[in-house]
């Protein structure tokens, strides 16, 4: 097995493995280094992709116990196998991980189990299953991050944990705290008070999802009370610990609350640490951030870095998109990442999805703005589907009429929000939108009677 290697990338989740096939399709011999032998990295692990199973499955049950005898379908008394969620979680991941495999298999990419650390200009020490030193050009840091911890919390991965934890629970919670309103949280507070828990979520902050339009995020926190979720904002978290039979929750000012497990989702940070960043020189900022320039280049030449560990939005298309263009600026100068056009997706229900700034973002910019509105309401897709709450806004420059940003909540907004980071991308206009044909009856026609709406000629809202 060779030692020597064109690039090697120290990290194989979604911005590590799509960098080195990505680099393999441009002729460099490139190699992955991860500790685990699955590679996907935290998404595909033990994130996006575990949570999204358990987001349909309980999703499914919530629709058959409350929704189906709507449809005229009778389904009886419901009970929840937990284990079977269990294991159906675990064979998706399992799939994914093993495509993963063949993809790099297919490529020549070679895969080497370990944790890899910088030790000398383009020499990688690699320690676990695989242990050797590797030698490279050029070396691509994709590490990720990990969740943070805060401190007076008593994390025993158990009663007390994060999100890795939260998706393997063996029975479902009495009661349960989530710390933090962000993404995260609000997905699994949402899959565990489906199936029965009660859910209390505690935000420092006065208003919970803070980095999404808020006007939609207002939308979102009160169709996620209707569904049972509590919300208790203005709530500084001082400790939590296991004590008996019972976990209690310490707030600022506030009386302690008692449940029977406390995940803990207050954000990540980047996982850059034991990397032997200082061996090279490899700069990072205050809070452990790499820092790169445009082409995705650290302060020492031929080191690069992509994905969570850089900062920005940490998600994993982000991730992909860097590690392509990182390697496209390595072998033909051609990479290109659009910050402005990157969707973010909340996949709880209705799902939460967004492109481009919001109505905050531009009013702090003195960009003035005309906006257009669509309920799911006025779709007839969406009224046979049942899916009737909801909405989506446009947001287009008043002079130009440049789409600025697109936000949307309601059924299968994840998928909507595609249109219109493709529309943002090719810089069109709010009108471009709406004269583009939109089979009927389709969710897609809101997309289009929101842009019909920036201008005041919307049909059927």
């Known amino acids: 097995m060779s030692n020597s290697y064109d690039l090697v990338v120290v990290g194989g989740g979604p911005g590590g493995y799509v960098a080195a096939i990505r680099a393999a399709q441009l002729g460099m011999n490139a190699a992955v280094i991860d500790e685990n032998p699955k590679l996907g990295g935290t998404c595909l692990?033990?994130?996006?992709?575990?949570?999204?199973?358990?987001?349909?499955?309980?999703?499914?049950?919530?629709?058959?116990?409350?929704?189906?005898?709507?449809?005229?379908?009778?389904?009886?008394?419901?009970?929840?196998?937990?284990a079977t969620m269990m294991v159906r979680k675990t064979k998706v991941v399992d799939t994914l991980t093993g495509g993963i495999k063949m993809l790099l298999k297919k490529n020549q990419v070679t895969s080497?189990?370990?944790?890899?650390?910088?030790?000398?200009?383009?020499?990688?020490?690699?320690?676990?299953?695989?242990?050797?030193?590797?030698?490279?050009?050029?070396?691509?840091?994709?590490?990720?991050?990990?969740?943070?911890?805060?401190?007076?919390?008593?994390?025993?991965?158990h009663f007390i944990g994060d999100s890795t934890t939260a998706l393997s629970y063996e029975?479902?919670?009495?009661?349960?705290?989530?710390?933090?309103?962000?993404?995260?949280?609000?997905?699994?507070?949402?899959?565990?008070?489906?199936?029965g828990a009660e859910v209390i979520v505690l935000e420092a902050m006065d208003k919970v999802l803070a980095g999404l339009d808020q006007e939609i995020a207002r939308v979102a926190r009160r169709t996620f009370e209707k569904q049972g979720i509590k919300f208790q904002t203005g709530m500084r978290v001082e400790s939590a610990k296991h004590d008996g039979n019972h976990c209690i929750v310490?707030?600022?000012?506030?009386?302690?609350?008692?449940?029977?497990?406390?995940?803990?989702?207050?954000?990540?940070?980047?996982n850059t640490k034991d990397l032997g960043l200082e061996s090279v020189d490899v700069k990072t900022d205050g809070r452990g951030f790499i820092e790169v320039n445009e082409k995705f280049e650290t302060s020492r030449p031929g080191v690069f870095a992509v994905g969570d560990c850089i900062g920005g939005a940490m998600l994993a298309h982000k991730a992909s998109e860097e590690g392509i263009a990182c390697v496209e600026h390595i072998v033909n100068e051609t990479g290109h990442v659009d910050?402005?056009?990157?969707?973010?997706?909340?996949?709880?229900?209705?799902?939460?999805?967004?492109?481009?700034?919001?109505?905050?973002?531009?009013?702090?910019?003195?960009?003035?703005?005309?906006?257009?509105?669509?309920?799911?309401?006025?779709?007839?897709?969406?009224?046979?589907?049942?899916?009737?709450?909801?909405?989506?806004?446009?947001?287009?420059?008043?002079?130009?009429?440049?789409?600025?940003?697109v936000h949307a909540?309601?059924?299968?907004?994840?998928?909507?929000?595609?249109?219109?980071?493709?529309?943002?991308?090719?810089?069109?206009?709010?009108?471009?939108?709406?004269?583009?044909?939109?089979?009927?009856?389709?969710?897609?026609?809101?997309?289009?009677?929101?842009?019909?709406?920036?201008?005041?000629?919307?049909?059927?809202?």
């Open 45 to 82: 692990r033990v994130g996006c992709i575990p949570s999204k199973a358990l987001l349909e499955s309980s999703h499914l049950f919530v629709e058959a116990r409350d929704h189906m005898a709507e449809h005229g379908i009778a389904t009886g008394p419901l009970k929840v196998d937990l």
């Open 112 to 157: 080497i189990a370990g944790r890899g650390r910088l030790v000398a200009d383009g020499s990688i020490e690699v320690n676990g299953d695989d242990s050797r030193n590797i030698q490279a050009k050029n070396i691509l840091l994709a590490t990720g991050s990990i969740p943070m911890m805060l401190p007076g919390i008593e994390f025993d991965d």
């Open 171 to 195: 029975d479902v919670p009495g009661k349960l705290v989530v710390i933090g309103g962000g993404y995260i949280g609000l997905e699994l507070g949402s899959v565990w008070s489906r199936l």
């Open 250 to 270: 310490q707030c600022k000012d506030s009386e302690p609350i008692e449940c029977d497990r406390v995940l803990m989702s207050t954000g990540r940070v980047p």
């Open 409 to 461: 909540i309601g059924a299968r907004a994840g998928d909507l929000i595609a249109e219109a980071a493709v529309a943002m991308s090719f810089g069109a206009s709010s009108e471009d939108l709406a004269r583009c044909c939109h089979a009927h009856p389709t969710l897609s026609e809101i997309m289009q009677e929101a842009a019909m709406a920036v201008d005041g000629r919307a049909i059927h809202s």
């Open 339 to 405: 910050y402005n056009t990157i969707p973010a997706i909340v996949y709880t229900d209705p799902e939460i999805a967004s492109v481009g700034r919001t109505e905050e973002q531009l009013k702090e910019a003195d960009i003035v703005y005309n906006k257009g509105v669509c309920s799911f309401g006025a779709n007839g897709r969406a009224r046979a589907l049942g899916a009737a709450d909801g909405k989506i806004k446009i947001l287009a420059d008043r002079e130009t009429d440049r789409i600025l940003g």
